[in-house]
């Protein structure tokens, strides 16, 4: 896979070529040549931090864009094991942009449930680039409710620019679809971890998102519409979309403390794109830690704390004064 | 999943316009009609049965028994807590729509009776920001449904949205959930909640509670969908289907149970509300 850089890696893309060749020409006897490469590492290490200490979150959605960043299969070879597929709705056919199946996490059986793009152009284009149909939410839900009546705990994967706006989605009830599974998966009688992976966009996402434990990776995003659709709305162009992810607060951090997201995953140094391995290893910690905290707890403990969740996101305790 | 609230100048918006006095002019057929006489037809043009769009407090008064409403969360009021400025404030865009409706917020939600059978009703008002669904639409629709559980009545909401309320972020998306998960309480206690969808419902409050209705009711002519028709053109570069998003193709497409003049939707909602009743005590 060649690595792309966005504009603000750059700097640090060019002083890591530098160093490649550094390293190339070093014949191991000039001394000179290492103590170059030690300090341009250092360099490296401090431009790094640098930039990604301080990222706009224009600058975060476009990380949790990268062409390169690890996706939902990507996590599924690197963490999981014995990942069968089980395709279709039964209703009307296989939606690709959507993939569920069993799964083994250690030593933990989940039904694993996740939102793929697709990386090159042909898989982009068969899994219509993470935007799934009404079949895909229902296919998800049925997979849901299997998981339900074997007692297994549901994962879901998120990461979509959102639902398919098109005349097939709206023919088969878009609306319809991804509100059962908002209804279904409030009451659903198995744990259900949620990890947003990259984009969380809208309520494409949410039909995967209602769970006991949201989990999202450091440079994900998660937004009630993209900014490129908020500007175009609401500033009437679609070149504000920095602005409108500024205003919108779409990041994990912003998140966390709105009390959306639960835990927060940190990223490999430069984000996830540079190493998916160390990005799937955290991964994998954090959902078997997820999963081990739900197992004591009854049902009826889980779905009441589940819906507390949910009930106190964004309340009003009492009327604002003034506004 | 948030719709556009605000038209483009211009775009004109199917309403009544008053021209000179008692004679107004359908923005539907482009008849002129007698505006006392559409008023009593319920906002309904005598000439094409155009279904006008009303505000939330005229839709109780046409549905529930006299006298019978009694408001709460009126006092319910929205926070910025994104401090969000787009080429507005946040802050000034509530200030308007409040002046606009004398409403503190886009749902009226409250008890009330219709022919007699106790309900719980909601009512989105399209007039306040679109009917857009922010924290405080969402907990005053998920209150209004716990209150039908604890009350033991059925849920009546009529929907009329553009969807989530940008304005509020992710934090209105998450408001789909909170309502949902609510109806999912109402649902397993086996206490019906109609939805009646009218013009518009979209966005967000399509893609929660509007379609989430044990029985799902449509006014003739409503725009009902997950994506607005604009988005949908853009994406798919193509022109849309005459009649495509409206209640009929809703209804063709199996997705709404019934279409309801509003002349008929009392006597309907009454004849549901009978068949779903449940015998005394469960």
């Not at chain 1, 088969?172 to 744990?191: C, D, F, H, T, Y």
Request: aromatic share 6%.
């Amino acid at each position: 896979m060649i690595l792309q850089s966005l504009d603000f890696e750059k700097p640090i893309v060019d002083l890591e070529d530098r160093l490649d060749q550094l390293r190339r020409a070093d014949d191991g006897k000039d001394k000179n040549v290492r103590e170059e490469a030690g300090k341009l590492e250092k360099k490296i290490a401090k431009l790094r931090k640098e930039i990604f200490s301080n990222l706009t979150r224009w600058q975060t959605t476009q990380l949790a864009r990268h062409p390169n960043r690890p996706y939902m299969l990507d996590y599924v070879n690197l963490c999981f094991r014995n990942f069968l597929e089980i395709h279709g709705d039964r209703l009307f056919r296989d939606d690709p942009s959507i993939v569920g199946g069993f799964a083994e996490l250690d030593s933990e059986k989940v039904m694993l449930i996740g939102q793929q793009k697709g990386r090159n152009t042909t898989e982009k284009i068969s899994r219509n680039f993470g935007m799934a149909h009404p079949e895909g939410y229902r296919k998800a839900l049925r997979l849901m409710k299997l998981a339900e009546k074997f007692r297994i705990p549901v994962i879901t994967i998120i990461d979509t620019p959102g639902a398919f706006p098109g005349i097939g989605a709206e023919e088969r009830g878009q609306s319809e679809a991804i509100a059962r599974n908002l209804l279904e998966m409030a009451k659903l009688q198995v744990p259900i971890v949620v990890l947003v992976i990259g984009e969380g966009g809208s309520g494409g996402a949410l039909a995967l998102g209602i769970g006991d434990e949201i989990l999202m990776m450091e440079y994900a995003i998660y937004s009630v519409i993209s900014p490129e659709g908020c500007a175009s709305i609401l500033w009437r162009d679609t070149a504000q979309a920095e602005t409108a992810s500024e205003m919108m607060k779409i990041t994990a951090q912003d998140l966390k403390k709105f009390g959306i997201v639960d835990r927060i995953l940190p990223e490999p140094q430069g984000g996830a794109h540079r190493d998916h391995k160390a990005a799937a290893d955290t991964v994998r910690e954090a959902l078997l830690e997820s999963l081990a905290s739900r197992k004591s707890l009854s049902v009826r403990k889980f779905l009441d704390r589940r819906y507390a969740k949910y009930r106190e996101i964004g309340r009003i305790k009492k009327k604002a004064g003034g506004a | 999943m948030a719709i556009r609230l605000f038209r483009r100048k211009g775009e004109g918006e199917r309403k009544i316009k008053t021209p000179e006095g008692m004679w107004i002019k359908c923005n539907a057929c482009l008849e002129t009609i007698y505006k006392p006489e559409v008023e009593r037809n319920l906002n309904v043009c005598t000439k094409c049965n155009h279904h006008f769009r009303i505000p939330a407090l005229e839709r109780i008064r046409t549905v529930v028994d006299e006298g019978t409403f009694q408001e709460f969360g009126a006092d319910l009021e929205s926070v910025d807590m994104l401090v969000f400025t787009d080429t507005k404030k946040y802050t000034d865009r509530l200030k308007e729509a409040k002046k606009k409706t004398s409403r503190k917020e886009a749902v009226i939600t409250g008890n009330a009776r219709i022919n007699g059978i106790d309900i719980v009703l909601g009512v989105l008002d399209f007039e306040f920001l679109g009917g857009s669904m922010g924290c405080v639409v969402g907990e005053k629709v998920a209150v209004a449904a716990e209150q039908a559980l604890e009350l033991r009545r059925p849920l009546i909401i009529f929907s009329a949205s553009g969807g989530a309320r940008m304005q509020e972020g992710t934090l209105s998306l998450m408001q789909m959930a909170k309502t949902s998960a609510a109806l999912a309480r109402l649902s397993d206690a086996r206490l019906p909640y109609i939805s009646v969808m009218t013009d518009p419902t979209t966005g967000g409050v399509a893609a929660s509670f509007a379609m989430l209705g044990d029985i799902i009711i449509s006014e003739p002519g409503a725009l009902i969908g997950f994506a607005g028709p604009r988005v949908i053109e853009q994406t798919i570069k193509q022109k849309l289907p005459e009649g495509f998003q409206r209640a009929e193709f809703l209804l063709e497409h199996g997705m709404v149970d019934m279409i309801l003049e509003r002349t008929k939707l009392k006597p309907t909602l009454t004849q549901i509300l009978r068949f779903l009743e449940s015998p005394a005590g469960k």
